[in-house]
C-alpha cells in the first residue's frame, strides 16, 4: 500500500485548508484510512479516521464539528476538510492506512496502522 499525501499549508486562524491522502496498491475492501497530527514537542496523536468497510467515520473531540474525513471515489483519495482552523490544529499531518480488519477500539491507535504517508505542515496563523 502506497500513500501520497497532499494539501495542507498556512492559513488564518478561523480559515479552512484541506488535506488529501492517495491511497494505491494492494488495499483489499478492509482498508482503513486515518489522519493522525504532531506538533513540536508532543506526540503524534489521532485526528479522524475512515473505515471502508462499513463507510463509517470518527474524530478525536478536539476536531469533531470542524473537520470532515471523506472518500473520493473517482480518485481513489481520503479527504480531510479542515475548517474554522485554530493555532493549536498547527501540525504535521500524516496519513496512514491498514489493509487488514480493524475494530472500534483499534481506530485510534497509531500502532494499529502499517502504512504511512509523508507528512504535510499546517500552519495556522492568530
Known amino acids: 500500500v502506497q500513500l501520497q499525501a497532499s494539501g495542507g499549508g498556512l492559513v488564518q486562524a478561523g480559515g479552512s485548508l484541506r488535506l488529501s491522502c492517495a491511497v494505491s496498491?494492494?488495499?483489499?475492501?478492509?482498508?482503513?484510512v486515518g489522519w493522525f497530527r504532531q506538533a513540536p514537542g508532543k506526540e503524534r496523536e489521532f485526528v479522524a479516521v475512515f473505515r471502508r468497510s462499513d463507510l463509517s467515520t470518527a474524530y478525536s473531540d478536539s476536531v469533531k464539528g470542524r473537520f470532515t474525513i471523506s472518500r473520493d471515489n473517482a480518485k481513489n483519495t481520503v479527504q480531510l476538510q479542515m475548517n474554522s482552523l485554530k493555532a493549536e490544529d498547527t501540525a504535521v499531518y500524516y496519513c496512514?492506512?491498514?489493509?487488514?480488519?480493524?475494530?472500534?477500539?483499534?481506530?485510534?491507535?497509531?500502532?494499529?496502522?502499517?502504512?504511512w504517508g509523508q507528512g504535510k505542515q499546517v500552519t495556522v496563523s492568530s
Open positions: 496512514a492506512a491498514r489493509n487488514r480488519r480493524i475494530i472500534n477500539s483499534q481506530l485510534m491507535n497509531i500502532l494499529s496502522y502499517d502504512y
Open positions: 496498491g494492494n488495499t483489499g475492501n478492509q482498508y482503513t
